[in-house]
């Protein structure tokens, strides 16, 4: 059981967007940390998608956007692409250390 | 381009003891700004974070594995490891290392590919 909740799974068609939450508490978004997220393909190591609630490394398509608000932060992908199906986890501090989010599966249909 | 590899024993008998080593290629170990972490992933599930260490050996684990948990650090090798007691078969997973970026927010910017260990008999 994470302190950061996911929806286990979402989906959308090519082309559209498609929102994923990422709920904590006054001891870990809500206390001001920062959220992160990473995608991972099938099969592959997890890769940093977005930093620091909002930014992207280089090389991150600017479809994908972050944002955060009290206790929550939010992952979104705007036109929606078959290679975006994967997996996606937000990641954050709580009580003096490192926890991830439970995941959410993007299906692309 | 900074790389990570994994290496160890793919298959640990229970209650023995879980050992990997991360090699680091493409920078120091030793730059000042960073961590180096372990994460597992059990099959077919999330993310689940091991513990972190510093090149001059400070050290952050999960209270979960804490009593369980070792890592250290090789900056003559560039490497680190991970040491993990008495595992069961819920220590099934895949573990990869990853740099732990302090000057930004926190997060790991760079991945190994994953090293599959396997508990059982």
């Known amino acids: 059981q994470s302190v950061l909740t996911q929806p286990p799974s979402v989906s959308g068609a090519p082309g559209q967007r498609v929102t994923i939450s990422c709920t904590g508490s006054?001891?870990?978004?809500?206390?001001?940390?920062?959220v992160h997220w990473y995608q991972q393909l099938p099969g592959t190591a997890p890769k940093l998608l977005i930093c620091?609630?909002?930014n992207r490394p280089s090389g991150v398509p600017d479809r994908f956007s972050g944002s955060k608000s009290g206790s929550s932060a939010s992952l979104a992908i705007t036109g929606l692409q078959a290679e975006d199906e994967a997996d996606y986890y937000c990641?954050?501090?709580?009580?003096?250390?490192?926890?991830f989010g439970g995941g959410t599966k993007l299906t692309v249909l | 381009q900074l790389q990570l590899q994994e290496s160890g024993p793919g298959l640990v008998k229970p209650s023995e003891t879980l050992s990997l080593t991360c090699t680091v290629s493409?920078?120091?170990?030793?730059?000042?700004?960073?961590?180096w972490g372990w994460i597992r992933q059990p099959p077919g599930k999330g993310l689940d974070y091991i513990g972190s260490?510093?090149?001059?050996?400070?050290?952050y684990y999960n209270p979960s594995l804490k009593s369980r948990v070792s890592i250290s650090v090789d900056t003559s090798k560039n490497q680190f490891s991970l040491r993990l007691t008495s595992v069961t078969a819920a220590d099934t997973a895949s573990y990869y290392c990853?740099?732990?970026?302090?000057?930004?927010?926190?997060?790991?910017?760079?991945w190994g590919q994953g090293a599959l260990v396997t508990v059982s008999s």
């Open positions: 006054s001891s870990n978004i809500g206390a001001g940390y920062d």
């Open positions: 620091d609630n909002n």
């Open positions: 990853a740099r732990r970026d302090l000057v930004g927010g926190d997060y790991f910017d760079y």
């Open positions: 260490i510093y090149y001059s050996g400070t050290t």
């Open positions: 990641q954050s501090y709580d009580s003096s250390h490192v926890v």
């Open positions: 493409g920078g120091s170990i030793s730059s000042g700004s960073y961590f």
